[in-house]
């Protein structure tokens, strides 16, 4: 476990590193302190970086799987303890870190009986795998299994059914986490300058995948920021006239509808069976009710139960 100290500075700005270290399974930790703020700026900045950290980072993911002799998510691979779908949720552990942003494809051979990991992966030079003992699978035969890999880079989280204008034959498509941040908090003190005058500290801290370090992120987090209110500075600001509809024709959408059920952290069996029934998100979990949750193959009372109850809890959702 390493720690740093050093300083990111801007034009008005400096920005502290206060400690950046290594955790498990590759993860990297950063937190960060920008001083000397006016009131109301810290949780203003704060929030800003958080989102733009989350969400406009661009990552690497595996998207699509080609394995021999497999046509679908529902097949049997022979010699393998795994089915298809427990290796696609394995699949999207893997964190890769590529120097290029174009599509690339992997290949894996091996034959039983062996333990497939991330490291077993062939991938082209410009791509690196930052887990390499993820665990993907078992084969527990001698017999051969081949599967190609789709990887592309992207931002923010992709659901699988996003993908059919751009699908691959016999490629099982796969939902693909491209988000090289995985977590963001902050917090704001109120301090006093020489002067007397109230001002704020804020603590930014950051967890990554380990595909980039904390200290990259904030810096890139922060340029995208800078370009965004400088081309708005830019340009000129057009009036158009616009009708306003009535408020009948707007469409109120559902926050949750796109959230993949990925994000529950189901057990394998009720995840399994959600999956086979083609429910890949909470949008398409809400369309169900509890009576016909418990209709799905091999769904059961306690499967339902924790289903039920990760809703709540998370989401706060209760469906009657």
């Given at each position: 476990?390493?720690?740093?100290?050093?300083?990111?500075?801007?034009?008005?700005?400096?920005?502290?590193?206060?400690?950046?270290?290594?955790?498990?399974?590759?993860?990297m930790?950063?937190?960060?302190?920008?001083?000397?703020?006016?009131?109301?700026?810290?949780?203003?900045?704060?929030?800003?970086?958080?989102?733009?950290?989350?969400?406009?980072?661009?990552?690497?993911?595996?998207?699509?799987?080609r394995?021999?002799?497999?046509?679908?998510?529902?097949?049997?691979?022979?010699?393998?303890?795994?089915?298809?779908?427990?290796?696609?949720?394995?699949?999207?552990?893997?964190?890769?870190?590529?120097?290029?942003?174009?599509?690339?494809?992997?290949?894996?051979?091996?034959?039983?009986?062996?333990?497939?990991?991330?490291?077993?992966?062939?991938?082209?030079?410009?791509?690196?795998?930052?887990?390499?003992?993820?665990?993907i699978?078992?084969?527990?035969?001698?017999?051969?299994?081949?599967i190609?890999?789709?990887?592309e880079?992207g931002?923010?989280?992709?659901?699988?059914?996003?993908?059919?204008?751009?699908?691959?034959?016999?490629?099982?498509?796969?939902?693909?986490?491209?988000?090289?941040?995985?977590?963001?908090?902050?917090?704001?003190?109120?301090?006093?300058?020489?002067?007397?005058?109230?001002?704020?500290?804020?603590?930014?801290?950051?967890?990554t995948?380990?595909?980039?370090l904390?200290e990259?992120?904030?810096?890139?987090?922060?340029?995208?920021?800078?370009?965004?209110?400088t081309?708005?500075?830019?340009q000129?600001?057009?009036?158009?006239?616009?009708?306003?509809?009535?408020?009948?024709?707007?469409?109120?959408?559902?926050?949750?509808t796109?959230?993949?059920?990925?994000?529950?952290?189901?057990?394998?069996?009720?995840?399994?069976?959600?999956?086979?029934?083609?429910?890949?998100?909470?949008?398409?979990?809400?369309?169900?009710?509890?009576?016909?949750?418990?209709?799905?193959?091999?769904?059961?009372?306690?499967?339902?139960?924790?289903?039920?109850?990760?809703?709540?809890?998370?989401?706060?959702?209760?469906?009657?």
């Amino acid at each position: 476990m390493n720690s740093t100290k050093n300083f990111i500075t801007s034009s008005n700005l400096l920005m502290e590193c206060l400690k950046s270290e290594k955790i498990e399974s590759g993860s990297m930790y950063g937190q960060f302190l920008i001083d000397s703020l006016n009131s109301g700026q810290g949780i203003t900045i704060g929030n800003l970086l958080r989102r733009v950290l989350l969400g406009d980072l661009q990552g690497t993911a595996i998207t699509g799987v080609r394995i021999a002799g497999v046509k679908d998510e529902f097949s049997l691979i022979p010699g393998v303890r795994e089915d298809i779908l427990e290796i696609l949720l394995n699949l999207k552990g893997i964190v890769l870190k590529s120097e290029i942003s174009t599509r690339q494809f992997g290949r894996l051979r091996l034959n039983g009986p062996t333990v497939i990991t991330a490291s077993s992966i062939q991938l082209p030079s410009e791509i690196k795998v930052i887990n390499p003992n993820h665990y993907i699978a078992t084969i527990s035969s001698s017999d051969l299994l081949e599967i190609e890999f789709k990887i592309e880079s992207g931002t923010k989280y992709r659901l699988a059914n996003e993908l059919f204008s751009d699908k691959f034959e016999d490629f099982i498509e796969t939902d693909a986490i491209f988000m090289p941040v995985q977590k963001v908090d902050f917090k704001v003190e109120n301090v006093y300058d020489h002067l007397g005058d109230i001002k704020e500290r804020l603590f930014i801290d950051i967890w990554t995948n380990g595909s980039i370090l904390p200290e990259q992120a904030i810096s890139l987090g922060s340029k995208i920021i800078v370009e965004l209110f400088t081309s708005i500075d830019e340009q000129k600001i057009k009036k158009e006239k616009e009708t306003i509809k009535e408020k009948k024709n707007v469409k109120f959408i559902d926050p949750y509808t796109h959230i993949a059920i990925e994000e529950l952290q189901l057990s394998v069996r009720p995840y399994n069976c959600l999956k086979r029934a083609r429910i890949n998100t909470i949008g398409d979990l809400l369309k169900y009710s509890p009576e016909k949750l418990l209709e799905l193959k091999n769904f059961g009372r306690k499967s339902a139960d924790e289903v039920f109850a990760t809703l709540k809890n998370r989401l706060g959702i209760i469906l009657k």
